[in-house]
């Protein structure tokens, strides 16, 4: 478990004194992947490294199974930091080193043999998915290899805890799917905690289970992902499940107004909608829409608008049988 109690990191910056954190507590259940999320500047890459203490905290307490990180010397801190891995944006990877000798890397860093990293990392390309690069060099590869790459060298220690520091923002669509895929998988494999940072609404969506909103270095929300995503309460979190503005849309209509939010429900051949009309004859107006589809899986929310109020209890109790799908009956503004 990873409990950070009051955290707060302050930098003095060319006009002052900049606060970073602000008070932040959190608690991250083994076996989490868990989600930070935020604009840019929330403080988010200042929290992950203030967990495995490459930033010190200017007040509060990283706690990491009982122990206070921020307590140890730095030879005990190097302990945890093998057991608290991490990957970038940018890969980080040794250019001038094979794939091999980069996942080795760390290995040779704690003292182990070479015959036993070398066993090890040819294991961990396989988890990867890129037994047949042990040879290549990061130049020769994709974006996506190589942060796959960075992903094996990470788990060259047998971690505990992953931080994943903007992981997916420098890949396409495409590659951050499979990467993102390969984390829930070590994830279930391993029983890795996993921390995600991210400004990336779609990636918490697809493979957190709780998140935290952080908006000016304060965690503004917190909770598991379909409840905050579906109820958003803090104006941070409506930008970031909104980002359209359409919790703020005015409908000047009569009829009764459902919000419904996908938080990965199964995409059909026939849309939910149009099947609500089948199965039970309400046809309703598409207000205002929002969503997208992430491998067979759909987000987003949507704005419909159902004749009267019998109307929306009959909607409402059909559509929420469908799973991952909340809806709720919303005023005018909405």
């Keep these: 478990m990873i409990e950070i ?94 794939c091999l000798k980069n996942i080795c890397f760390p290995l040779e860093l704690a003292g182990v043999d070479k015959k036993s990293a070398r066993k090890r990392a040819l294991e961990l390309l396989d988890i990867v998915g890129l037994p047949d690069k042990a040879n290549a060099y990061p130049a020769q590869l ?65 493979i957190c289970n709780r998140v935290a909103i952080l908006d000016g270095g304060v965690v503004v929300e917190e909770g598991p992902v379909a409840e905050v995503f579906s109820k958003p309460k803090s104006a941070a979190a409506k930008k970031l499940v909104f980002p359209d503005g359409a919790d703020e849309i ?35 107006n598409i207000l205002a829409a929002s969503t997208r589809c992430i491998g067979d899986k759909v987000y987003g929310n949507m704005l419909l608008g159902v004749p009267d109020e019998e109307s929306a209890k009959k909607a409402i109790e059909y559509l929420t049988k469908t799973e991952a799908v909340f809806v709720e009956e919303v005023c005018d503004n909405v």
């Design 250 to 284: 005015i409908v000047d209509t009569d009829e009764k107004k459902l919000r419904v939010v996908f938080n990965g429900a199964y995409a059909t051949r026939t849309p939910m909608i149009t099947q609500m009309a089948v199965d039970i004859s309400i046809t309703a």
């Design 142 to 206: 994709s974006g996506g290899q190589q942060q796959r790459i960075a992903i094996a060298r990470a788990l060259a220690t047998d971690p505990e805890i992953l931080l994943c520091d903007e992981a997916t923002s420098a890949l396409d669509p495409n590659t951050t799917h499979s990467i993102l895929s390969l984390i829930r998988e070590i994830n279930k494999r391993l029983g890795i905690t996993v921390i995600v940072i991210t400004h990336q609404m779609s990636v918490v969506e697809e």
């Design 5 to 98: 109690k009051n955290l707060s990191k302050s930098f003095q910056g060319s006009d002052g004194e900049v606060n970073a954190l602000k008070n932040v507590t959190l608690t991250i259940n083994d076996g989490d992947i868990y989600g930070i999320i935020g604009m840019s500047g929330a403080g988010k890459s200042t929290l992950v490294r203030c967990i495995n203490m490459l930033e010190r905290p200017t007040d509060g307490k990283v706690v990491i199974n009982g122990t206070d990180i921020g307590a140890l010397s730095k030879g005990e801190l190097l302990r945890v930091r093998r057991k608290v891995t991490m990957i970038f944006q940018g890969f980080n990877l040794l250019m001038q080193r094979t």
